[in-house]
């Protein structure tokens, strides 16, 4: 059984920082790209970044500079260290096992005073 979740999120002020998790189980993870995903309310899902199991990474121009994806093979962990968030940042987080059909449950960033 496939789980992919995700921890971490929360309520930060603007400028703030918060880093997110993922763990991931049932899947080859260090053999996988993995990612992380948003979705704001009224919105569509979007890319934020995406790391290859090489660790070559990828960034959504809108948090390139801000947000750090990294891998941890031996833990079967994801991670995306956010800093200088903006309210524009708040949404649901999705982690999610690229080229396959699994997604985490999703955790709430809110960036509010």
């Known amino acids: 059984q496939v789980q992919l979740v995700e921890s971490g999120g929360g309520l930060v002020q603007p400028g703030g920082s918060l880093r997110l998790s993922c763990v991931a189980s049932g899947i080859r993870f260090s053999v996988n790209a993995m990612g992380w995903y948003r979705q704001a309310p009224g919105k569509q899902r979007e890319l934020v970044a995406v790391i290859t199991s090489g660790g070559s990474t990828t960034y959504a121009d809108s948090v390139k500079g801000r947000f750090t994806i990294s891998r941890d093979n031996a833990k079967n962990t994801m991670y995306l260290e956010m800093n200088s968030l903006k309210p524009e940042d708040t949404a649901v987080y999705y982690c999610?096992?690229?080229?396959?059909?699994?997604w985490g449950q999703g955790t709430q960033v809110t960036v509010s005073s």
């Open positions: 999610h096992a690229q080229f396959l059909p699994y």
